[in-house]
């Protein structure tokens, strides 16, 4: 039976779901928010490819800081520079819209500086015998969150004329990310250990053994993971605003999905076989692509609801065995124990790689075609980006990785157990 989780794991708990809480708050609007002050697909995808960019960027930089500094004080930095983010938006209002770049720095910043702090924080606090109830606590709060804040946040924009709904919802944000900071002054300050190696990805890329060639097959299979995000993290939510013109339907929307979501990777995660995840794996990617397929014959409120529905019911299928898989990998062999923090940020390089790559076609439509089917092809060209990653993986699923028997492998697959989330 696990233990009761201590006064440590408590606080980080704590701040996981204030953090959460405040970004979904908030976060879900922001391209709505732009949009709606420059009436431009640009402006959004500008500040996503500066958020994917510096978000990768600071990852990777603060592989040293965590790794031999102190971690709280890079999470700190990423609750103060999501406040800040915030403060610039309150302060600048619709002419927010006229520096998306700068926001979208600052915003990558942030978020890079805390997710990167927080995986080695909670790695420490949490033991193998509080583990599994920490993690189901966490992915309780975390759903809850995403699937409560959109939808208050969408009705509060609705009810309250002008910018105020926007106002209210960037300064409860703004807050909230104080609170995060303010909170982990009571985290225990653990010693650093180890040395960062900077080079490490690329050796792993340059190495031609046979385990380096398997993390070159993760290394596209996450791109290609990574390229279908870049557009549908920030675009979907917009798609629904332009389409109904109605903050609260955008919430309603993310409500719904958020919903299906949580059942189908708590079903998909119950009952999934490792012997059945290239199966797996190719039904979602398949069918992640042919959901897209009715936005040729319209692109209304309905479809998209029934989008939402769909996405978020087949997402596990595809991202819970390659996610799986990558974390089989990481907890094999004694090195790749040692080096947990170069292999994490490894797999958000690809991610960010391919975040930034998924944008290429989204400004060529932005730029010189800006019609309605040319949005779906769009959508169609990054939705089947999966099925490549599924090429890549499909011969990683025919090897046995063992555990390694070391002390850290059931902290190192902690670190790297997913977080619940709605791609849709």
């Known amino acids: 039976m696990a233990k009761v989780l201590d006064r440590q794991a408590l606080l980080l708990l704590a701040i996981y779901v204030s953090f959460g809480f405040a970004n979904a708050l908030s976060g879900t609007f922001i391209p709505v928010y732009l949009w709606k002050a420059s009436g431009s697909y640009l402006t959004v995808a500008l500040f996503a490819l500066a958020q994917y960019s510096i978000g990768g960027l600071t990852f990777y930089l603060c592989g040293k800081w965590i790794k031999e500094g102190n971690k709280l004080n890079c999470l700190r930095a990423g609750c103060l520079l999501s406040g800040v983010f915030y403060c610039l938006v309150l302060w600048m209002q619709e002419s927010?819209?006229?520096?998306?770049?700068?926001?979208?720095?600052?915003?990558?910043?942030?978020?890079?500086?805390?997710?990167?702090?927080?995986?080695?924080?909670?790695?420490?606090?949490?033991?193998?015998?509080?583990?599994?109830?920490?993690?189901?606590?966490?992915?309780?709060?975390?759903?809850?969150?995403?699937i409560i804040a959109p939808w208050m946040s969408?009705?509060?924009?609705?009810?309250?004329?002008?910018?105020?709904?926007?106002?209210?919802?960037?300064?409860?944000?703004?807050?909230?990310?104080?609170?995060?900071?303010?909170?982990?002054?009571?985290?225990?300050?653990?010693?650093?250990?180890?040395?960062?190696?900077?080079?490490?990805?690329?050796?792993r890329w340059r190495n031609h053994t046979e385990e380096n060639k398997q993390w070159r097959y993760v290394f596209g299979a996450v791109t290609m993971q990574g390229i279908r995000e870049g557009v549908f993290m920030f675009l979907i939510n917009l798609v629904v605003f332009v389409a109904t013109r109605d903050e609260a339907k955008v919430g309603t929307y993310t409500l719904v999905a958020s919903l299906t979501s949580l059942v189908s990777f708590w079903l998909v995660g119950r009952f999934i076989k490792p012997s059945f995840r290239k199966y797996a794996m190719l039904i979602g990617v398949i069918f992640l692509s042919l959901v897209i397929i009715p936005f040729f014959w319209r692109i209304d409120y309905r479809?998209?609801?029934?989008?939402?529905v769909g996405t978020s019911l087949l997402y596990p299928l595809y991202i819970i065995p390659i996610t799986s898989k990558v974390f089989d990998m990481i907890g094999s062999t004694k090195e790749s124990v040692a080096h947990r923090e170069e292999l994490i940020i490894f797999r958000e390089i690809a991610l960010t790689l391919g975040?930034?790559?998924?944008?290429i076609p989204f400004f060529i439509y932005v730029l010189w075609v800006n019609?309605?089917?040319?949005?779906?092809?769009?959508l169609l060209l990054v939705g089947c980006a999966p099925i490549i990653g599924?090429?890549?993986?499909?011969?990683?699923?025919?090897i046995q990785h063992k555990r390694y028997s070391g002390d850290d492998v059931g902290k190192?697959?902690?670190?790297?157990?997913p977080k619940p989330q709605s791609e849709a």
């Open 96 to 146: 927010a819209s006229q520096l998306p770049f700068i926001l979208g720095i600052i915003s990558g910043a942030g978020l890079g500086c805390y997710w990167v702090a927080y995986n080695l924080i909670y790695f420490e606090i949490t033991e193998p015998d509080t583990r599994d109830r920490f993690n189901g606590t966490q992915g309780l709060l975390g759903a809850g969150s995403g």
């Open 371 to 378: 019609t309605e089917v040319g949005l779906v092809w769009v």
């Open 303 to 308: 479809a998209l609801i029934m989008f939402g």
């Open 412 to 417: 190192t697959q902690a670190v790297l157990k």
């Open 154 to 203: 969408g009705l509060l924009i609705s009810w309250l004329a002008g910018q105020r709904g926007y106002t209210l919802i960037f300064t409860a944000s703004l807050l909230i990310f104080a609170c995060c900071g303010a909170l982990s002054f009571f985290i225990k300050k653990r010693p650093p250990q180890g040395t960062y190696d900077w080079l490490y990805p690329l050796k």
């Open 390 to 398: 599924w090429f890549f993986m499909r011969p990683l699923f025919h």
């Open 355 to 359: 975040r930034v790559v998924g944008l």
